[in-house]
């Protein structure tokens, strides 16, 4: 039950978070460029990535550094899809736009098309924490099972099969095709290098491909491995990262209102996990009281309004809520 009381919490929370915004921005006159400012992001996020794998391909560095590095960067492909999907670069010049939309699909190929997740994402606001929210029901969110859920949180596509029949008796207007075709061609070419290289690798411990593998299939091969290192692994990498955070942090069942949607995730356990998706776990929760922000405005003023959604009751590090398929109570 949404009280007086947690009504009047929720606007001094959604009201704190716009005064230090604009407080920021009458300070800073430079973040009045949104659209500058999101471009120059995705370009420099986008030559860090080749730029890394440039380094590998060289050999300046190795295999291991270029995962770890090229998740961090990806990280930031998705928090600028976030922005993209709330409108918040070029939402006047529809090419520029979907030009961004685009590039970080590329970026984050393991997802379904931002447009497509665009709807997802809006209809997320309006349902989080029930069982109609498809998008965290995606990366693991309800569900009591953890192998299921582990399966679920690092691999969209197995958990979307194995999951198919539950999404269609629970999930009103779910359709598997359009999920799944929302991934092509991208996501579908991402697919085919990952189990491409699972069966490779996988029949190599028992009998030598490279000997049995024809010649004009070795340059392939050769393509696929390093898409693996440069693209492909990191992304696991990253999404692991994220869908373990996102799904812990929101809510499925006995939620009522904004406040109860999330817990912010400040522990130290999860500090490993924030690497890989821009601290995620920490500031996504002022986006559900304040969607229309850019991610950079949020992260920068987290620490001041993470101690106000203290104060107004918003749970942190709610472990129990984990334990029990992220149920919301109020004890």
Not at 8 to 23: F, N, T, Y
Not at 301 to 312: A, C, H, P, T
Not at 319 to 326: D, E, L, M, V
Request: aromatic fraction near 12%.
């Amino acid at each position: 039950m949404t009280t007086v009381q947690t009504r009047e919490q929720i606007k001094a929370i959604i009201s704190a978070i716009r005064s230090e915004e604009q407080a920021l921005r009458k300070k800073y006159s430079f973040l009045a460029h949104q659209n500058t400012i999101g471009m120059a992001i995705l370009i420099l996020s986008v030559a860090a990535m080749v730029g890394l794998g440039a380094l590998y391909y060289h050999a300046v560095i190795p295999a291991w550094l270029t995962i770890i590095l090229i998740a961090m960067v990806a990280s930031i492909s998705h928090e600028l899809e976030h922005d993209l999907i709330h409108r918040q670069y070029f939402s006047k010049l529809p090419l520029i736009h979907n030009f961004m939309m685009l590039v970080v699909w590329i970026m984050r190929p393991n997802t379904v098309n931002p447009w497509f997740r665009r709807k997802m994402h809006l209809y997320h606001h309006q349902v989080s924490g029930t069982d109609q929210d498809l998008e965290e029901r995606l990366v693991g969110n309800g569900i009591k099972n953890p192998f299921k859920r582990l399966l679920v949180i690092m691999d969209g596509l197995l958990g979307l099969i194995l999951f198919r029949k539950v999404y269609e008796k629970e999930i009103k207007g779910f359709s598997f095709s359009k999920v799944f075709h929302a991934a092509f061609p991208i996501a579908t070419a991402y697919f085919v290098v990952l189990y491409s290289m699972i069966i490779y690798h996988g029949l190599n411990l028992f009998i030598p491909m490279e000997t049995y593998t024809p010649s004009i299939v070795m340059p392939v091969v050769n393509v696929f491995e390093f898409l693996m290192i440069v693209l492909v692994l990191p992304n696991i990498l990253r999404s692991t990262s994220l869908n373990f955070v996102t799904s812990s942090m929101h809510y499925y069942g006995g939620v009522t209102n904004i406040k109860e949607q999330t817990h912010v995730l400040t522990s130290k356990w999860f500090m490993p996990f924030h690497l890989f998706c821009f601290n995620f776990g920490k500031t996504h929760t002022i986006h559900h009281f304040v969607p229309n922000q850019p991610f950079y405005i949020r992260q920068w003023i987290s620490k001041k309004i993470n101690l106000v959604l203290q104060q107004q009751g918003v749970k942190f590090n709610d472990f129990t809520s984990i334990k029990n398929a992220n149920l919301y109570q109020t004890n």
